[in-house]
Nanobody, 115 residues
């Protein structure tokens, strides 16, 4: 069982930046895909970005060019660099790890972007 703990959320003004971190309790080397999801108030959870063990990345159209996902397998940590933040980026950001049929989730970190 892998536990994921997010950090780095907070309050930021429009146009600002934040860097989220997701620390895993065990090696993420064997986890095929790590990712970030977010859930805005009153909305469903949506995919933000994913990164595979090989470093292949994928992003939601709404964050392309602004967000960057990366992973450090030695530190068992995944990052999400968020630039040019907009009020619509507000939400709880969850770290996810997929290994076969197993899904790991963190408890989330809140990001609030003020206008």
């Amino acid at each position: 069982q892998v536990q994921l703990v997010e950090s780095g959320g907070g309050l930021v003004q429009t146009g600002g930046s934040l860097r989220l971190s997701c620390a895993a309790s065990a090696s993420i080397f064997s986890i095929n895909a790590m990712g970030w999801y977010r859930q805005a108030p009153g909305k469903q959870r949506e995919l933000v970005a994913t990164i595979t063990t090989g470093g292949n990345t994928d992003y939601a159209d709404s964050v392309k060019g602004r967000f960057t996902i990366s992973r450090d397998n030695r530190k068992n940590t995944v990052y999400l660099q968020m630039n040019s933040l907009q009020p619509e980026d507000t939400g709880v950001y969850y770290c996810n790890g997929k290994s076969g049929l197993i899904n790991y989730w963190g408890k989330g970190t809140l990001v609030t972007v003020s206008s």
